[in-house]
T-cell receptor, first 111, second 123 residues
Framework: GQQLNQSPQSMFIQEGEDVSMNCTSSSIFNTWLWYKQDPGEGPVLLIALYKAGELTSNGRLTAQFGITRKDSFLNISASIPSDVGIYFC???????????FGAGTRLFVKA | EAGVAQSPRYKIIEKRQSVAFWCNPISGHATLYWYQQILGQGPKLLIQFQNNGVVDDSQLPKDRFSAERLKGVDSTLKIQPAKLEDSAVYLCASSLDLPARLAGGRLSYNEQFFGPGTRLTVL
C-alpha cells in the first residue's frame, strides 16, 4: 500500500534555530498536508499543498510540494519552545478520499 | 465554535473485554473519521462516514471492530473482544465534506478537525 516516510524521526534543537524535515513516498500524491500534534491532543492542520512545485507559508512555517509529487518538506524558522510537538506529513491518495499519515517527526526545542 | 468532542478520554480494560468510544463532530460536518494511533506512529484511518453512510472501512478489523453513525451526526466505535494490540489512541475527526474534484482532476481538501482522542490500554 501507499506509505509516507518521514525524516528525521526526532530532532533536538536550540531555540532560535531553523528546522527542516521531509516526507517521501514511492507513490504520487495530489495533495500534501502538514499537521502538528501536541501531547494529549489531536493533530492540527498547518499547511495544505495542492500543486507540484507549490511553496506555501504560514507564519514561520514554509512547506513545499515536490516537483515529482512524491515528496514534500516543511521548514520552521527561528524556532520557539511552543514549536515542540510531533509534525506529521499526510497525503490524499490519488483517486480516493483517504488521507495517509507518516510516522511523524518529534521536535524538541531547548530554551 | 465547539470542536470535536470525544469520550471517554481514557479507558483501561482487560483483554477479551468490550469497549465503546463516542464522538460528536463539529456541527454541520458531513464527514466523520475514526483513526487508530499506536504509540510512535501516525494516525491510521479505520473508517470514514459521509453522513450516515460508510465511504471507506478497508482498514477496519471487522471481526472485532464496529462503528455506526445512525443519524448522521455523532458516532460510536466498538471493540469486542479487545486484544492487547488494540492499545492505542482512538481519534475522531470531522470535515465539512469529502474532497471535491476540481478541474484537471485535482482534489480540494476539506480540513479535518480532530478531537483530543481516547487513550485505550488493554491489559
Amino acid at each position: 500500500g501507499q506509505q509516507l516516510n518521514q525524516s528525521p524521526q526526532s530532532m533536538f534543537i536550540q531555540e532560535g534555530e531553523d528546522v527542516s524535515m521531509n516526507c517521501t513516498s514511492s507513490s504520487i500524491f495530489n495533495t500534501w498536508l502538514w499537521y502538528k500534534q501536541d501531547p494529549g491532543e489531536g493533530p492540527v492542520l498547518l499547511i495544505a499543498l495542492y500543486k507540484a512545485g507549490e511553496l506555501t507559508s504560514n507564519g514561520r512555517l514554509t512547506a513545499q510540494f515536490g516537483i515529482t509529487r512524491k515528496d514534500s518538506f516543511l521548514n520552521i524558522s527561528a524556532s520557539i519552545p511552543s514549536d515542540v510537538g510531533i509534525y506529521f506529513c499526510a497525503g490524499l491518495i490519488t483517486g480516493g478520499f483517504k488521507t495517509i499519515f507518516g510516522a511523524g517527526t518529534r521536535l524538541f526545542v531547548k530554551a | 465554535e465547539a470542536g470535536v468532542a470525544q469520550s471517554p478520554r481514557y479507558k483501561i480494560i482487560e483483554k477479551r473485554q468490550s469497549v465503546a468510544f463516542w464522538c460528536n463532530p463539529i456541527s454541520g460536518h458531513a464527514t466523520l473519521y475514526w483513526y487508530q494511533q499506536i504509540l510512535g506512529q501516525g494516525p491510521k484511518l479505520l473508517i470514514q462516514f459521509q453522513n450516515n453512510g460508510v465511504v471507506d472501512d478497508s482498514q477496519l478489523p471487522k471481526d472485532r471492530f464496529s462503528a455506526e453513525r445512525l443519524k448522521g451526526v455523532d458516532s460510536t466505535l466498538k471493540i469486542q473482544p479487545a486484544k492487547l494490540e488494540d492499545s492505542a489512541v482512538y481519534l475522531c475527526a470531522s470535515s465539512l465534506d469529502l474532497p471535491a474534484r476540481l478541474a484537471g482532476g485535482r482534489l480540494s481538501y476539506n480540513e479535518q478537525f480532530f478531537g483530543p482522542g481516547t487513550r485505550l490500554t488493554v491489559l
